[in-house]
């Protein structure tokens, strides 16, 4: 099992920027990758940004250029950095940590919202 605790979200004007972390615990020796993904009202759960454990990163084509996503291997910490936010940023952003087998771990999430 592996558990996860995200931080970071909050309310932010269009144009600000949020830095959301995720720590996780437990069998973190079965984690290929971790990411982020979002929910906004209504929509599907959708990818933001993955990164494996050498560093290779993807990111959905929306955030490209405005997100980016790293990872402390030492501290089983995943950071996504926000900037250049826009309201349709809006949503629950959850901490997402893929193991080699089974399935992903999820965390409890973290709202943003992004005000025009």
């Known amino acids: 099992q592996v558990q996860l605790v995200e931080s970071g979200g909050g309310l932010v004007q269009a144009g600000g920027s949020l830095r959301l972390s995720c720590v996780a615990s437990g069998n973190i020796f079965s984690i290929n990758a971790m990411g982020w993904y979002r929910q906004a009202p209504g929509k599907r759960r959708e990818l933001v940004a993955t990164?494996?454990?050498?560093?290779?990163?993807n990111y959905a084509d929306s955030v490209k250029g405005r997100f980016t996503i790293s990872r402390d291997n030492a501290k089983n910490t995943v950071t996504l950095q926000t900037n250049s936010l826009k309201p349709e940023d809006t949503a629950v952003y959850y901490c997402a940590a893929i193991p080699r087998l089974g399935s992903t771990y999820w965390g409890q999430g973290t709202q943003v919202t992004v005000s025009s």
């Open positions: 990164i494996t454990t050498r560093g290779s990163t």
